[in-house]
């Protein structure tokens, strides 16, 4: 036999898309041409899987080889293709049957030796095969609990490519993993965490829990120690935990990036993402050179995005996230493809009112250099942020008086997904679940206010405080007040404390 293939799968971003491999032996001078548009590192592959052929006591084979992968026209990258290209070269050759080989996918990387290695984006690979029809995997076995997540398929496990030319050999059924990993391990989920630490900030707390119970973005302005990072990281907590399709989303979205736990590969609690304000472009949307990867802005699909010392931050950088906190996608458009990523977040910015980051009564900046360092922050992205507050420092007086009254993540949390599940069950006809979801003019359409309720927002479009956008987003506020309130529609009431977040004007 001169002819054999196997079946891998290649990512585009986060989407997986199955490839043929087929091999063929022909005559000649020896040598390896690999065809099918592969990036550097895949060309490199072909010295690494000779030495783990030949290191694992199999025969490789003489005279031209040539390997190619289909669709030729979808670029290809990676080192998942070894195993695939390595069994296929094995079957042509005829050293291995092609029985099993013809109905399994497999994913994983060679060691020189003929160990076999864990790869990233094995959950995505492995969902694009299920729905091609493809329902037998072989895997590292670093990838294995990664790989059973996706339900009614058959995955193996293997140590060294030795192991699977026994299988394919028809020896023994490659050992499956012990047991499928629960479905209910949490994603940095610190039970330590919670948002009774916080004391004396209850505007910033109501305003924590408002946001959790609509899907809206915070941003909190305050001198250092008032407790905005603190409050940022409890979000989560008080967030409801992932659908199995989203849990499934983020962590595919892991497993591209390589950010997956060991022995804990499911994501179930929303992600928090906190970046560096060092960060560059590419790192908070994803890109880079070659092979687009996911940045923060997609690791915090489902969950949160924290911006700390957001005026530290590039306003490039910063105004990078208009599109997906409108869109929830990144699209990267490249020569070759265009790559979309998910990146539906809710974005918490946090800032201090001057550069000197020191308390009121020691700060020492001027009014024009405390403008300018908030200048920083755009009009049209703060024009994105639902919800502003404003932290004060905490006397020790009301810190001791607040330990009584401080409410657990538990309580907030019990709130919180009894508002999301009034704002679910009127939004059943629609295709959003979060009131932070709806577009304005389906709000204005399908969901009107009445007139009493218009009058504080009417009044301040008047007087140019806020803008036709600022009004949608303050209505979806409102609707997330009555929704906490177990009303029915927004009064007066809400939408006034709405158009009070909106603008900042808590304090």
Known sequence: MSYARAHCVTLVGVQGHVVEVEVHLGGGNPGVTLVGLPDAALREARDRIHAAVVNSGERWPSGQITVSLSPASLPKSGSLFDLAIA???????????????????????????????????????VVAAVERGHERFVVARGNAEEARLVPGIEVRAVDA??????????????????????????????????????????VARRAVEIAAAGGHNLMMLGPPGTGKSLLAERLPTVLPRLTPAQALEATAIHSVAGSLTHGAPLITSPPFAAPHHS?????IIGGGTGH?????????????????????????????????LERGEVVLARASATVVLPARFQLVMAANPCPCAKPGSLCACPPG?????????????????????????VARAELLADRAFAESSAVVAARVEKARARAAARLAHTPWTTNAQIPGARLRREFPVESEALRVLGGAMDRGQISARGVHRALRVSWTLADLADRDRPGEEETAYAFALWSGRTW
């Open 161 to 202: 490519l030795a192991d699977v030319c026994h299988w394919l050999r028809g020896g023994e059924p490659l050992e499956e993993p012990e047991a499928t990993p629960a479905p209910g391990v949490a994603f940095r989920d610190d039970p330590g965490v919670d948002l009774a630490d916080v004391l004396g900030q209850p």
């Open 292 to 324: 687009p990867t996911p940045g923060w802005a997609s690791k915090a699909h489902h969950g949160v995005l924290f911006v700390d010392e957001a005026p530290q931050f590039s306003r490039g950088v910063l105004d990078s996230l208009r599109e997906p």
């Open 369 to 393: 250099e405390r403008r300018r360092y908030l200048s920083r922050l755009s009009g049209p992205l703060l024009d994105r942020v639902d919800l502003k507050v404003e932290l004060q420092p």
């Open 279 to 283: 960060a560059s472009r590419a790192a």
């Open 87 to 125: 069994g296929a070269v094995l079957a042509a050759s005829g050293e291995v049957p092609m029985d099993r080989l013809d109905r399994t996918v497999l994913l994983a990387e060679l060691g020189l030796d003929g160990r076999v290695r864990a790869v990233r984006g094995v959950l995505p690979a």
